[in-house]
């Protein structure tokens, strides 16, 4: 199957089933044999229809006279990926996009193939004007042109300001950087560029984060034999960056509250160069092998995995730990690069969410010994779960401070006072909160 193919599947299963793109990719592209040019090109059509998907609507309505939401899945698909190509990828000529997804359209819906064809014929012949967002409200002209809902536009440019919305929005809109996390209990990070090297990777060192490395086709991360061998993990930089704050020593106890896949859990067992022990809860039973699958896999020998729910107070864990992490469930929109469709969330989806972040946070808290460090992170840019959790439960418990981050440098406006805000946008990382308490008495 070629990869327009491909492509077309797997966004009729993210349509039809509301699935998440990397999920739908991961279970499509498993056992299909692929080269690494077409793998490329399906991920970009998918990735590219999904996070374009209201602008691309809003072409097809302009020249439709039946309107994008009444067509079928099948067809509305194949015209956003043919405007996409048209409107996106100047690697692919107008006449490659039309007649590759023509001839898609003989094989699916034969009958939609002409109407189709005389759609992108259009946008071509009448790109300049077609593909123009011509809407005055600004409000509704960047959630079409950036394909996002409204209501969150209006949320940011209330809590940003227009220029750094629309910063952010261009910044949301690249494909963002693989990072991998060096397993320096087996490899050093030099040793570890230089074996992806030879495999044909291209591998950079990431100033400032000692085990982090930027890499350039890596494709098929399951099947690469450096990673069965447990020498790397996938991580990005800022959810590294969580455990640099941490910072714990050897022989510590740590409990993570919220910890499935495992991506910081596991960064703070190899800190602590497998000694000490962390405790790593979650809440749901598929994601806790996951957890395990890891740990194993980085021959990790210090994490002990839990199912617990963290909104629930543990009497056995009360006083107990030297760290405690709380990377709670949270609204992802750092992570947008990553999930587009994350944009499309309803504002009431994640009314409840400073509830139980707080909650979460009230729980962990108690784990905490005198002396001991709270992290609370997320990978949101919004407020109200983030600093706003924070402050409020400051306000009731005056046994915790914020402490001055010193193990980072990267967002200096804030890491004295005990917290970074990290954008897209401005550090070209995804979006995260993070914050370092101190229990005082
Ligand atoms: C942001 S993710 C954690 C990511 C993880 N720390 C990592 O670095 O790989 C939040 C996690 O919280 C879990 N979760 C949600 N509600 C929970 C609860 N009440 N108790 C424990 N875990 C919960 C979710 O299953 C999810 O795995």
């Known amino acids: ?120 014929r259009n946008v071509i012949r009448k790109r300049e004007d077609i593909l123009n967002v011509d809407i005055d409200d600004k409000v509704m002209y960047l959630s079409t042109k950036y394909s996002y809902k409204p209501w969150l536009i209006k949320n940011w440019i209330v809590n940003f300001g227009e220029e750094f919305t629309e910063d952010l929005l261009e910044a949301n809109n690249e494909r963002p950087s693989i990072y ?26 990431v100033p400032n984060i000692e085990e982090a490395i ?42 993570d509250v919220c910890s499935a896949p495992g991506g910081k859990t596991t960064h703070i067992a190899t800190l602590m160069n497998n000694t000490g022990t962390v405790v790593s809860r979650d809440i749901f039973d598929h994601k806790l092998k996951l957890i395990k699958s890891t740990v194993d896999r980085l021959g990790l020998t210090n994490v002990q995995i839990e199912k617990q729910d963290a909104s629930l107070e543990d009497e056995n864990s009360v006083d107990k730990f030297d760290y405690v992490l709380a990377d709670v469930p949270c609204s992802g929109l750092g992570i ?25 946070l009230d729980n962990a808290a108690k784990c905490v010994k005198v002396g001991g460090i709270l992290i609370y992170s997320t990978c949101t840019i919004q407020e109200n779960e983030n600093i706003n959790v ?23 406006d804030n890491q004295d006072k005990g917290y970074l805000k990290i954008y897209p946008n401005i550090h070209g990382m995804d979006g995260f909160f993070i914050s370092k308490l101190k229990r005082v008495r």
């Not at 230089?194 to 591998?203: P, Q, T």
């Not at 994640?350 to 909650?359: E, G």
Request: hydrophobic share 40%; proline share 2%.
């Open 336 to 360: 947008i690069r990553r999930k587009p469709e994350i944009k499309f969330k309803e504002k009431a989806e994640l009314k409840d969410l400073p509830n139980i972040q707080r909650t979460i």
């Open 180 to 205: 991998i996390r060096t397993n320096t209990l087996k490899i050093s990070r030099d040793e570890l560029i230089n074996k992806l090297n030879e495999n044909d990777i291209k591998a950079y060192k």
């Open 1 to 120: 199957m070629k990869a327009r193919e491909i492509a077309f599947k797997v966004l009729c299963d993210i349509e039809e089933n509301s699935n998440y793109s990397n999920m739908a990719i991961n279970k499509h592209f498993k056992n299909l044999d692929m080269n690494n040019q077409d793998r490329g090109l399906a991920t970009e059509l998918i990735y590219g229809v999904v996070e374009n998907k209201y602008y691309l609507d809003y072409i097809i309505d302009k020249l439709s006279k039946i309107k994008s939401q009444k067509l079928s899945i099948c067809v509305k698909i194949l015209l956003r990926m043919g405007i996409y190509q048209i409107a996106f990828l100047d690697s692919i000529s107008d006449y490659a996009a039309v007649n590759e997804t023509v001839s898609l359209a003989k094989k699916y819906d034969n009958r939609s193939s002409g109407f189709i064809n005389a759609i992108l």
């Open 390 to 412: 924070i402050n409020e439960f400051l306000q009731e418990n005056e046994n915790f401070e914020l402490v001055p981050i010193k193990e980072v440098n990267v967002d200096l």
């Open 214 to 255: 930027r890499v350039e086709n890596l494709k098929n991360i399951e099947n690469n034999d450096l990673f069965k061998q447990g020498l790397f993990t996938i991580q990005d930089i800022s959810s590294m960056i969580v455990g640099k704050v941490m910072n714990p020593t050897e022989k510590s106890l740590v409990l």
